[in-house]
């Protein structure tokens, strides 16, 4: 949800659920807790209420997590290689 939110846009927590593949309830509680801890804002309009990170800084934030969640999915990866590599070796032997 708080990469979606990353566009800059503002959005409800309905579109935040269908972004998660979640029903309103869970997202709702997520979006709360995660407001609670002053990451995104949360403002109503009419019937809806709308999201968005807490600020460019926020967006800094998770563009360095990610990174740093790809840049250890990739070293994941190739432990993995290796290690199916080395247990190929041991069935030949």
Known sequence: M???LMAGKALTASALAE???????PA???LN??????????????????YSLAGPLVGQL????????RKAQR???R????????IAL???C
């Open 2 to 4: 708080l990469s979606a």
């Open 19 to 25: 972004v998660a593949e979640v029903s309103a309830p």
């Open 28 to 30: 709702s509680g997520c």
């Open 33 to 50: 807790r995660v407001k609670d801890s002053a990451l995104i804002e949360g403002y109503r309009q009419g019937r809806h209420r709308f």
């Open 62 to 69: 998770l563009d360095t997590i990610m990174a740093v969640a």
């Open 75 to 77: 070293n994941i990866g």
């Open 79 to 86: 432990v993995g290689a290796a290690r199916t590599k080395s």
């Open 90 to 92: 041991r069935e030949e």
